[in-house]
């Protein structure tokens, strides 16, 4: 009963309190996660990915090796109980190598594959919550992994989804919003100012898709600034934490991330 | 750029910020769901000059409130429960109610969730300027947003949040506005119809009172207490022991019981029908059956009202009924109904005794004849009440005072006009200044102790009989939207108003982008006489190859309606022109109807062109759709064409076009019908108004050429002001109209080549062949004629066998009944059903659409839009894309439709009225106590009355017998009793008679109602 929720009502409030250009809160954590060289859990409104990076390492399978570069290997996992309703997929569910090929294909352009021949770089994605916005938040979560594990990178890849309700741009979808409304999913290299993906499964106008566009490449750069600080944090702490008392970092002598990467 | 923020939401209290909650699925299986919530602050009060809001440039409130009110010397605002919207709704769209409201996003979702139509109402008074309604999302803002306890109901909790919405405000007020040497701040008033909503508030420290208390102390209280329904009245006021009242009718089961009963097939849904010949009797067509379930009595309709969604149980076959087959009048049975007790606690009333003992014949007779049973049931519960305002008369006789100078407040009875709803109990203080008005009365709610539903006056509409106000009632009853085009309306029209030109040819200008030039074709348009609105032109002329080239032009509306603007909404809402019999309801305004898109001679005018190159046997060799500037050379009446078609000497290029255009019409017609195309026939008759005072353009006041006045000599009808006649037809009527159907369904295959999704046709669904069950065995056993109903061409072959000799008018008398017998035309999305069911059924053709009259059909403009698209020329508005919004736009137009074409028969109705008074007062005057005398047809039977049917008036009527006659319901015969012969003289379906007709006005509701009595065979007037 979808006719029963108004997307956007006539005070300019969509059905969860947030006016059109209004991204859904975002939590990063960098938490280490077993054998993992680098783990982040993405948080987006409530949808969550637990994304794992493992590598650069020596490719298990020779024949997918490649001989001038590493090799990415992208899996995507779906809990049962992320959605309402318990729906249990299996490894060889279309929609999941879907998922798991277009995040492939975003990196592969990005990440410095030349520096490691012969080897393989695995990104696992585990899907804890979904609320709309899946791969944008895979995608982040990626970039913010990757990072974290040391994998160079060309520049960050900041995701967003955009729609059109009737005239209205909406940016950041929630579940309830990606059922009724025509979407499209963007991914922008912010300091290239490069767009890295653009994806969409429903129709959109012609004259619409230039607007949503636009305000998806903003809302990737407004994305990039709070991705960067996360990480910019997280570096802080592993500084601390490495002893280097001599410099009792503060804010303003962190490293500049850019250097990092 | 726009403004982009991520929004924060504090991540320890997942009790505010997530919704939790459960939703069983169609299949039964529950889920869990989450959905968050981002509570702002950046809402504001709405209040102007407000300190604490920023937001000061869309804020409506007046500073101080409303300071009119007796109980709020220092101003208030009020903030209406849900309840308040959901009974009072009528109260708050008066003009004369102009207090300051705040209206809570919880009352705004509690309303939309209880009833669309309202929160509609609702939306559009929050828009409307001339009130002050400022809508305050108090589910976002930090400090009234409520979370539901545990073991709190949904609708406690919308009450507390209500509460505390209230609180807030009176607290905020307070903050804004530190109190200055005594004065207090504004107040906010809480009204709500709930006693115990009201006790909480007011324990909570928070104005509050119920709308009548609040009425009362306004300073005006007299017109708005009128408008207050009479559900809350009684809440407030419990007048006498409700108690001691004898219980009518069994409880209506709650919502919940009746779908899962409809789910389990227990119990079935559908559209309750009342019947117009017999107020006791109902019908309820649902899926499960191929006859609708029957209704039978009081006590198994059980309060339901026609339109109502009901849910109905269905008895075992052994009590299943046959329709009864007598008329019972609602008028003359319980014209003694007493409106103060209304329920009629004395079983032994007489009414109450003659209506059992009718009830119980009609039971006995109906096991006579077994083989017409049907399913019977009653009604266990209402899904869905279709309640609306009515058009009524008051009923004098329900007045206990009739001075006018009296205001006591008096229940009185509302009579409408519609035979098949109830009448209405209202109270009102006004009664004796409404008698002989029409008012527009809504019920409200209908006890199980009271044989009438209680409604309240919305108001008056004028005198009954004035045009003014049979046309608004008219329009008001078929719900036809007739309110001036607004503002933004008329902005949308082309800035240089009737000056406007197609500018001069320039491939740079917009206008003749992709746009032929056939401005030197010999074009012309045929219409009605005193057309106005001329949406169609056209044009054929010898091609070099021996071929002929034709061409429609019609109207270029789309041109001028673009998607996505006011007008285009107003004309999609508006659907279609309505035609009355003196005047029209435009769906565009005027000065695109009968100016810049009507095709009129001699004046350059865009126009979208359908050219055929057609072989001399009008078969089509191809065709092409282009948007083009026309100049018509001549706008012809159908007899100028006619004349011009007839006269062989002429032999100019207009005239050579026109027989050339007739000849392949011809053509055209004589294949469709060898395709099976039926020729079918309605009552119509024009209304021709003479009267001075008529000014409507539509009609033209001569007497038309060709169309005979049939009735009457001519002495008789000298000093008549209103003519009654039957419709012409020429051949130049056929002409156009099968170049009409060409256009329309080469249109229709274009669009829906490209556009197999969204394309807008229309069909006309094969009527299942039990709908002919009745008129087939009429004919069988009155005339020995058989109908075969196979398919459409069988149909039509049949029908013209269907003729008797003497009477050359039975063929279409039989006609008119076959129509009834079929479903009507509809508009529908090529895509929502499947390509074996768009056959247009009437006019054997596998497609159909509306292309050719932009002007006065919104269904045409969007033809036009999608052909524009199909040829390249403008690319097609998302919203065409969309199945879903064509299908809704569908809906509209298909009821809208169906409305149109019921006011304008209801509104030649009335004139028929009005001129058979006028000619039987001139009769009278002449010293004839006669009265009009018609012939007519027997068109139904019953125990006590016939049904006729009067050509040359085109009205149907009914023959009354006040005693029993013999009546033989297998051959549809009624015997009566003739003193000239001495016996008796058997009356038959079909026969011939002769009627004396003449209009009797209700004494107590000053309702004018045809009254028909038998002249011959038989004098029936003292039977």
Same mark, same amino acid.
């Given at each position: 009963?979808?006719?029963?929720?108004?997307?956007?009502?006539?005070?300019?409030?969509?059905?969860?309190?947030?006016?059109?250009?209004?991204?859904?809160?975002?939590?990063?954590?960098?938490?280490?996660?077993?054998?993992?060289?680098?783990?982040?859990?993405?948080?987006?409104?409530?949808?969550?990915?637990?994304?794992?990076?493992?590598?650069?390492?020596? *490719?298990?399978?020779?024949?997918?090796?490649?001989?001038?570069?590493?090799?990415?290997?992208?899996?995507?996992?779906?809990?049962?109980?992320?959605?309402?309703?318990?729906?249990?997929?299996?490894?060889?569910?279309?929609?999941?190598?879907?998922?798991?090929?277009?995040?492939?294909?975003?990196?592969?352009?990005?990440?410095?594959?030349?520096?490691?021949?012969?080897?393989?770089?695995?990104?696992?994605?585990?899907?804890?919550?979904?609320?709309?916005?899946?791969?944008?938040?895979?995608?982040?979560?990626?970039?913010?992994?990757?990072?974290?594990?040391?994998?160079?990178?060309?520049?960050?890849?900041?995701?967003?989804?955009?729609?059109?309700?009737?005239?209205?741009?909406?940016?950041?979808?929630? #579940?309830?919003?990606?059922?009724?409304?025509?979407?499209?999913?963007?991914?922008?290299?912010?300091?290239?100012?490069?767009?890295?993906?653009?994806?969409?499964?429903?129709?959109?106008?012609?004259?619409?898709?230039?607007?949503?566009?636009?305000? *998806?490449?903003?809302?990737?750069?407004?994305?990039?600034?709070?991705?960067?600080?996360?990480?910019? @944090?997280?570096?802080?702490?592993?500084?601390?934490?490495?002893?280097?008392?001599?410099?009792?970092?503060?804010?303003?002598?962190?490293?500049?991330?850019?250097?990092?990467? | 750029?726009?403004?982009?923020?991520?929004?924060?939401?504090?991540?320890?209290?997942?009790?505010?910020?997530?919704?939790?909650?459960?939703?069983?699925?169609?299949?039964?299986?529950?889920?869990?769901?989450?959905?968050?919530?981002?509570?702002?602050?950046?809402?504001?009060?709405?209040?102007?000059?407000?300190?604490?809001?920023?937001?000061?440039?869309?804020?409506?409130?007046?500073?101080?409130?409303?300071?009119?009110?007796?109980?709020?010397?220092?101003?208030?605002?009020?903030?209406?429960?849900?309840?308040?919207?959901?009974?009072?709704?009528?109260?708050?769209?008066?003009?004369?109610?102009?207090?300051?409201?705040?209206?809570?996003?919880?009352?705004?979702?509690?309303?939309?969730?209880?009833?669309?139509?309202?929160?509609?109402?609702?939306?559009?008074?929050?828009?409307?300027?001339?009130?002050?309604?400022?809508?305050?999302?108090?589910?976002?803002?930090?400090?009234?947003?409520?979370?539901?306890?545990?073991?709190?109901?949904?609708?406690?909790?919308?009450?507390?949040?209500?509460?505390?919405?209230?609180?807030?405000?009176?607290?905020?007020?307070?903050?804004?506005?530190?109190?200055?040497?005594?004065?207090?701040?504004?107040?906010?008033?809480?009204?709500?119809?709930?006693?115990?909503?009201?006790?909480?508030?007011?324990?909570?420290?928070?104005?509050?009172?119920?709308?009548?208390?609040?009425?009362?102390?306004?300073?005006?209280?007299?017109?708005?207490?009128?408008?207050?329904?009479?559900?809350?009245?009684?809440?407030?006021?419990?007048?006498?022991?409700?108690?001691?009242?004898?219980?009518?009718?069994?409880?209506?089961?709650?919502?919940?019981?009746?779908?899962?009963?409809?789910?389990?097939?227990?119990?079935?849904?559908?559209?309750?029908?009342?019947?117009? &010949?017999?107020?006791?009797?109902? #019908?309820?067509?649902?899926?499960?059956?191929?006859?609708?379930?029957?209704?039978?009595?009081?006590?198994?309709?059980?309060?339901?009202?026609?339109?109502?969604?009901?849910?109905?149980?269905?008895?075992?076959?052994?009590?299943?009924?046959?329709?009864?087959?007598?008329?019972?009048?609602?008028?003359?049975?319980?014209?003694?109904?007493?409106?103060?007790?209304?329920?009629?606690?004395?079983?032994?009333?007489?009414?109450?005794?003659?209506?059992?003992?009718?009830?119980?014949?009609?039971?006995?007779?109906?096991?006579?004849?077994?083989?017409?049973?049907?399913?019977?049931?009653?009604?266990?519960?209402?899904?869905?009440?279709?309640?609306?305002?009515?058009?009524?008369?008051?009923?004098?006789?329900?007045?206990?005072?009739?001075?006018?100078?009296?205001?006591?407040?008096?229940?009185?009875?509302?009579?409408?006009?519609?035979?098949?709803?109830?009448?209405?109990?209202?109270?009102?203080?006004? *009664?004796?200044?409404?008698?002989?008005?029409?008012?527009?009365?809504?019920?409200?709610?209908?006890?199980?102790?009271?044989?009438?539903?209680?409604?309240?006056?919305?108001?008056?509409?004028?005198?009954?009989?004035?045009?003014?106000?049979?046309?608004?009632?008219?329009?008001?009853?078929?719900?036809?939207?007739?309110?001036?085009?607004?503002?933004?309306?008329?902005?949308?029209?082309?800035?240089?108003?009737?000056?406007?030109?197609?500018?001069?040819?320039?491939?740079?200008?917009?206008?003749?982008?992709?746009?032929?030039?056939?401005?030197?074709?010999?074009?012309?348009?045929?219409?009605?006489?005193?057309?106005?609105?001329?949406?169609?032109?056209?044009?054929?002329?010898?091609?070099?190859?021996?071929?002929?080239?034709?061409?429609?032009?019609?109207?270029?509306?789309?041109?001028?309606?673009?998607?996505?603007?006011?007008?285009?909404?107003?004309?999609?809402?508006?659907?279609?022109?309505?035609?009355?019999?003196?005047?029209?309801?435009?769906?565009?305004?005027?000065?695109?109807?009968?100016?810049?898109?009507?095709?009129?001679?001699?004046?350059?005018?865009?126009?979208?062109?359908?050219?055929?190159?057609?072989?001399?046997?009008?078969?089509?060799?191809?065709?092409?759709?282009?948007?083009?500037?026309?100049?018509?050379?001549?706008?012809?009446? &159908?007899?100028?064409?006619?004349?011009?078609?007839?006269?062989?000497?002429?032999?100019?290029?207009?005239?050579?076009?026109?027989?050339?255009?007739?000849?392949?019409?011809?053509?055209?017609?004589?294949?469709?019908?060898?395709?099976?195309?039926?020729?079918?026939?309605?009552?119509?008759?024009?209304?021709?108004?003479?009267?001075?005072?008529?000014?409507?353009?539509?009609?033209?006041?001569?007497?038309?050429?060709?169309?005979?006045?049939?009735?009457?000599?001519?002495?008789?009808?000298?000093?008549?002001?209103?003519?009654?006649?039957?419709?012409?037809?020429?051949?130049?009527?056929?002409?156009?109209?099968?170049?009409?159907?060409?256009?329309?369904?080469?249109?229709?295959? @274009?669009?829906?080549?490209?556009?197999?999704?969204?394309?807008?046709?229309?069909?006309?669904?094969?009527?299942?062949?039990?709908?002919?069950?009745?008129?087939?065995?009429?004919?069988?056993?009155?005339?020995?004629?058989?109908?075969?109903?196979?398919?459409?061409?069988?149909?039509?072959?049949?029908?013209?066998?269907?003729?008797?000799?003497?009477?050359?008018?039975?063929?279409?008398?039989?006609?008119?009944?076959?129509?009834?017998?079929?479903?009507?035309?509809?508009?529908?999305?090529?895509?929502?059903?499947?390509?074996?069911?768009?056959?247009?059924?009437?006019?054997?053709?596998?497609?159909?659409?509306?292309?050719?009259?932009?002007?006065?059909?919104?269904?045409?403009?969007? *033809?036009?839009?999608?052909?524009?698209?199909?040829?390249?020329?403008?690319?097609?508005?998302?919203?065409?894309?969309?199945?879903?919004?064509?299908?809704?736009?569908?809906?509209?137009?298909?009821?809208?439709?169906?409305?149109?074409?019921?006011?304008?028969?209801?509104?030649?109705?009335?004139?028929?009225?009005?001129?058979?008074?006028?000619?039987?007062?001139?009769?009278?005057?002449?010293?004839?106590?006669?009265?009009?005398?018609?012939?007519?047809?027997?068109?139904?039977?019953?125990?006590?009355?016939?049904?006729?049917?009067?050509?040359?008036?085109?009205?149907?009527?009914?023959?009354?017998?006040?005693?029993?006659?013999?009546?033989?319901?297998?051959?549809?015969?009624?015997?009566?009793?003739?003193?000239?012969?001495?016996?008796?003289? #058997?009356?038959?379906?079909?026969?011939?008679?002769?009627?004396?007709?003449?209009?009797?006005?209700?004494?107590?509701?000053?309702?004018?109602?045809?009254?028909?009595?038998?002249?011959?065979?038989?004098?029936?007037?003292?039977?």
């Amino acid at each position: 009963m979808s006719s029963r929720i108004e997307i956007l009502n006539d005070g300019g409030l969509r059905s969860d309190g947030r006016r059109q250009y209004e991204l859904r809160d975002i939590t990063i954590e960098f938490s280490l996660q077993g054998h993992a060289d680098a783990s982040v859990t993405f948080q987006h409104g409530l949808t969550q990915v637990l994304v794992s990076v493992l590598g650069p390492h020596e *490719a298990k399978m020779r024949s997918q090796t490649a001989h001038d570069r590493a090799v990415i290997n992208v899996e995507v996992n779906v809990a049962a109980f992320s959605t309402g309703e318990r729906r249990r997929r299996t490894r060889g569910d279309k929609r999941l190598l879907e998922l798991a090929s277009t995040i492939k294909s975003t990196f592969e352009p990005v990440v410095q594959t030349h520096l490691y021949p012969r080897s393989q770089i695995d990104i696992f994605v585990q899907v804890i919550q979904q609320d709309g916005g899946l791969l944008p938040a895979c995608i982040n979560g990626a970039t913010l992994a990757l990072a974290a594990a040391g994998i160079p990178l060309s520049d960050f890849v900041c995701a967003i989804t955009g729609g059109v309700h009737s005239t209205s741009s909406l940016l950041d979808l929630n #579940t309830l919003e990606e059922n009724d409304v025509p979407h499209v999913t963007v991914a922008i290299m912010p300091r290239t100012e490069r767009v890295a993906l653009v994806t969409m499964e429903t129709r959109l106008r012609v004259e619409s898709f230039e607007e949503i566009f636009k305000l *998806a490449i903003d809302a990737g750069k407004v994305l990039y600034m709070e991705m960067k600080a996360a990480l910019q @944090r997280r570096t802080l702490t592993l500084v601390t934490a490495l002893g280097s008392g001599s410099k009792p970092a503060t804010q303003a002598t962190v490293f500049d991330v850019d250097e990092l990467l | 750029m726009a403004d982009i923020t991520i929004q924060k939401r504090p991540h320890n209290e997942a009790v505010v910020t997530h919704r939790k909650f459960f939703k069983k699925t169609a299949r039964g299986k529950v889920i869990k769901i989450i959905r968050e919530r981002y509570l702002r602050d950046d809402i504001y009060c709405g209040i102007v000059g407000c300190r604490l809001c920023a937001d000061g440039t869309t804020a409506v409130l007046p500073t101080s409130g409303d300071m009119t009110h007796r109980d709020f010397p220092y101003g208030h605002y009020i903030l209406p429960d849900t309840n308040i919207f959901l009974t009072q709704m009528d109260l708050f769209e008066s003009n004369e109610f102009m207090f300051p409201i705040i209206l809570l996003q919880t009352v705004m979702e509690e309303v939309r969730h209880r009833s669309l139509p309202l929160y509609n109402r609702l939306k559009a008074l929050v828009k409307s300027e001339d009130k002050q309604v400022w809508v305050f999302y108090n589910e976002f803002r930090r400090e009234t947003t409520v979370i539901r306890e545990e073991d709190e109901t949904p609708n406690d909790r919308n009450d507390r949040s209500i509460r505390e919405g209230a609180k807030w405000y009176n607290t905020h007020l307070h903050l804004v506005r530190s109190p200055i040497r005594g004065q207090k701040p504004p107040q906010v008033v809480l009204l709500t119809e709930d006693a115990g909503n009201r006790e909480k508030a007011l324990s909570a420290n928070i104005p509050c009172m119920s709308a009548r208390k609040y009425i009362e102390r306004t300073q005006k209280p007299a017109p708005l207490l009128d408008l207050l329904a009479a559900a809350v009245s009684e809440e407030i006021e419990p007048t006498k022991a409700t108690g001691a009242r004898a219980v009518l009718y069994a409880e209506h089961l709650p919502t919940t019981a009746l779908l899962a009963g409809v789910n389990a097939g227990q119990l079935h849904q559908g559209h309750f029908n009342a019947n117009s &010949y017999n107020y006791l009797e109902g #019908t309820v067509l649902v899926p499960t059956f191929t006859k609708p379930v029957l209704l039978v009595g009081r006590e198994n309709m059980n309060r339901a009202v026609h339109g109502d969604v009901v849910a109905v149980e269905v008895f075992p076959k052994s009590e299943w009924k046959s329709p009864g087959d007598e008329v019972v009048d609602a008028e003359s049975m319980l014209k003694n109904d007493d409106v103060e007790s209304g329920d009629e606690n004395d079983e032994n009333d007489t009414n109450d005794t003659l209506l059992q003992a009718r009830e119980s014949r009609a039971v006995r007779e109906s096991a006579q004849a077994p083989t017409e049973k049907q399913p019977t049931g009653r009604v266990v519960g209402i899904v869905k009440r279709n309640w609306r305002a009515y058009v009524c008369h008051i009923d004098a006789s329900s007045l206990t005072s009739t001075s006018t100078s009296s205001l006591s407040l008096q229940t009185i009875f509302a009579s409408p006009i519609s035979r098949l709803l109830p009448r209405i109990r209202i109270r009102t203080r006004q *009664a004796p200044s409404l008698v002989g008005q029409k008012i527009l009365v809504t019920p409200d709610r209908w006890d199980r102790t009271s044989r009438y539903p209680d409604g309240h006056f919305v108001r008056a509409l004028g005198k009954v009989e004035s045009k003014e106000a049979e046309q608004e009632s008219l329009l008001l009853e078929f719900d036809v939207p007739y309110r001036p085009f607004g503002k933004a309306i008329l902005d949308c029209l082309p800035v240089e108003g009737d000056a406007w030109v197609v500018p001069p040819k320039n491939d740079g200008d917009p206008v003749w982008k992709d746009r032929e030039d056939l401005r030197d074709l010999v074009v012309c348009s045929i219409d009605p006489p005193g057309c106005q609105d001329i949406d169609d032109a056209l044009h054929a002329r010898r091609l070099q190859n021996g071929n002929i080239e034709a061409g429609v032009h019609i109207a270029d509306v789309s041109h001028f309606v673009y998607p996505d603007t006011p007008m285009d909404a107003e004309a999609a809402s508006r659907g279609t022109t309505v035609y009355l019999a003196d005047k029209r309801v435009d769906m565009l305004p005027s000065l695109l109807g009968t100016n810049l898109c009507s095709l009129r001679a001699g004046i350059e005018r865009l126009a979208f062109s359908v050219i055929w190159e057609l072989t001399e046997d009008a078969n089509i060799v191809n065709v092409r759709f282009t948007k083009s500037v026309i100049s018509s050379k001549a706008a012809f009446e &159908y007899s100028e064409a006619q004349m011009r078609l007839d006269d062989s000497t002429l032999t100019d290029p207009l005239t050579v076009s026109i027989r050339l255009l007739n000849s392949l019409a011809k053509k055209l017609k004589a294949k469709r019908m060898a395709a099976g195309a039926l020729d079918l026939a309605s009552p119509e008759v024009r209304i021709n108004l003479a009267s001075p005072e008529s000014s409507d353009p539509l009609v033209a006041p001569s007497s038309l050429p060709g169309a005979s006045t049939l009735s009457g000599s001519k002495d008789e009808r000298k000093g008549e002001t209103i003519g009654v006649m039957q419709k012409a037809l020429l051949a130049t009527n056929s002409l156009v109209e099968e170049f009409m159907l060409l256009a329309n369904i080469s249109v229709a295959m @274009r669009i829906n080549e490209t556009f197999p999704q969204t394309a807008v046709l229309r069909r006309h669904v094969a009527p299942p062949k039990t709908n002919f069950d009745n008129l087939q065995d009429m004919l069988m056993k009155r005339k020995g004629l058989t109908l075969d109903v196979s398919d459409s061409g069988a149909l039509a072959a049949s029908l013209d066998k269907c003729v008797d000799p003497q009477t050359p008018a039975f063929n279409t008398l039989v006609r008119i009944m076959a129509t009834r017998c079929m479903t009507s035309a509809e508009y529908f999305c090529a895509g929502s059903v499947s390509r074996d069911t768009f056959r247009h059924y009437g006019l054997a053709t596998p497609i159909y659409t509306h292309f050719t009259s932009p002007i006065r059909r919104y269904a045409d403009v969007l *033809a036009h839009r999608q052909l524009a698209a199909t040829i390249a020329h403008t690319p097609l508005h998302p919203s065409l894309h969309s199945k879903a919004h064509v299908e809704r736009i569908m809906d509209v137009l298909n009821r809208r439709h169906r409305m149109a074409q019921m006011a304008g028969r209801a509104s030649v109705e009335f004139y028929v009225g009005l001129a058979l008074r006028e000619r039987g007062e001139g009769l009278a005057k002449a010293g004839n106590i006669g009265g009009v005398v018609e012939e007519a047809f027997v068109i139904r039977t019953f125990r006590n009355g016939l049904g006729v049917f009067v050509f040359e008036l085109g009205l149907e009527g009914l023959v009354m017998f006040k005693q029993d006659v013999q009546f033989d319901a297998e051959n549809y015969t009624v015997t009566l009793p003739s003193p000239t012969a001495g016996g008796e003289v #058997t009356v038959a379906l079909f026969d011939k008679v002769k009627v004396r007709i003449g209009v009797e006005k209700d004494k107590n509701t000053q309702r004018g109602r045809v009254k028909m009595t038998l002249v011959s065979p038989v004098d029936s007037s003292g039977l």
